[in-house]
């Protein structure tokens, strides 16, 4: 499994990664953690929703958009918490 996956310029390390393909376009879910120190960087991150999608690893580079997405909590703002996120992403104009 790939240790690593990168939104843009961010580099984000993974708990957990799936590649599918549907419908002729690439997927791919992932699960990482985020402190409650990185949590606004993360959520600005995200809420840009497109992304270049790079998966180094798996020599895997496509524009994705967020298709799903939770968090195991709701409020990171607290100190010295951390939440699991899931996010999948999907290829655009494939």
Do not use: W
């Amino acid at each position: 499994m790939a240790d690593i996956i990168i939104l843009d310029d961010t580099e984000i390390k993974l708990k957990a990664l799936e590649l599918n393909k549907v419908d002729g376009r690439r997927e791919v879910a992932f699960i990482f953690d985020v402190s409650s120190e990185d949590y606004h960087d993360i959520a600005v991150l995200l809420y840009r929703a497109t992304f270049d999608v790079n998966v180094p690893e798996e020599g895997l580079e496509f524009r994705g958009t967020i298709i799903n997405y939770s968090t195991s909590l709701d409020n990171l703002y607290e100190e010295n918490q951390t939440g699991e996120f899931r996010v999948t992403l999907q290829e655009v104009g494939a």
